[in-house]
Structure formats: C-alpha cells, structure tokens
C-alpha cells in the first residue's frame, strides 16, 4: 500500500482527525491552566487547577458551544427550508387542482359558479358591516 492510498483511508483520516482535536484540546487546557493557575486566580483568590481538570473545562466548552451552534443552525434551516416548502406545495397543489377543474367545466358551470361565489362573498361582506 502506497502512502498515496493510506492518507485517503478511513483509518487514516481517523487517526489524524483525533490527533489534531487531540493536540487541539492539549493546547487549550494549557493555555486554560496557565492562565488561570498564574493569573485569575490572583485576581479570584481561588484554588488552583491541575492540567487533568483545565482539560475536562475546555471539553465541556468544545461540546457546549458546538452543540449549541449545530442545534440552532439546524433549526433554522429545517424551519426555513423543509417546513415553508411543504406548506407552499401543498397551496400549489390546491391552486393547480381549482384550475384544472375550473377549465373542465362547461361555460354555463362556469359563469353559475362565478354567480355563486360573487353572491357568497357579497352576503359575507354584508354580514360583516351589519356587526361591525
């Protein structure tokens, strides 16, 4: 096996992902337990933290502040997208359907409905004044 084919291998990604979150996750618990053992907690008279517990602080940030931003764009994106498209089909769908059956009636159908809609929508507009 090359070397060419081994970086393309999901061993191989899998490895180099947990080393870089690995070392990602190293670099931040230092940086965390410098800046807290020699200078917050100065500021803070608190106890000082050891490397184990800088570590478990800057995971639980890494999995809040990840599960947060995955949370809310998913959200947003299932609201605004899947959830508008399906009421906007389903609107399509009945307009398309009215019409199709709107240019099958017969013109005598027709103009008896337009008849009928025309004296629904004035008794409904009469009804309206009469209570308002």
């Given at each position: 096996?090359?070397?060419?084919?081994?970086?393309?291998?999901?061993?191989?990604?899998?490895?180099?992902?947990?080393?870089?979150?690995?070392?990602?996750?190293?670099?931040?618990?230092?940086?965390?337990?410098?800046?807290?053992?020699?200078?917050?907690?100065?500021?803070?008279?608190?106890?000082?933290?050891?490397?184990?517990?800088?570590?478990?602080?800057?995971?639980?940030?890494?999995?809040?502040?990840?599960g947060i931003k995955f949370g809310i764009k998913?959200?947003?994106?299932?609201?605004?997208?899947?959830?508008m498209t399906k009421l906007h089909d389903s609107?399509?769908?009945?307009?398309?359907?009215?019409?199709?059956?709107?240019?099958?009636?017969?013109?005598?159908?027709?103009?008896?409905?337009?008849?009928?809609?025309?004296?629904?929508?004035?008794?409904?507009?009469?009804?309206?004044?009469?209570?308002?």
């Open positions: 096996m090359s070397h060419k084919y081994f970086y393309n291998s999901r061993i191989a990604r899998s490895i180099i992902y947990l080393l870089t979150v690995g070392g990602l996750f190293a670099s931040i618990s230092i940086s965390f337990y410098f800046l807290w053992n020699y200078v917050l907690s100065n500021i803070f008279y608190s106890k000082h933290f050891n490397m184990l517990e800088s570590l478990g602080i800057a995971s639980i940030l890494y999995i809040l502040y990840f998913n959200e947003t994106a299932e609201t605004s997208a899947s959830k609107d399509n769908q009945t307009v398309l359907f009215s019409k199709k059956i709107f240019n099958n009636l017969t013109e005598k159908e027709r103009l008896e409905l337009i008849r009928s809609v025309t004296k629904t929508i004035e008794h409904t507009q009469f009804s309206n004044q009469k209570f308002n």
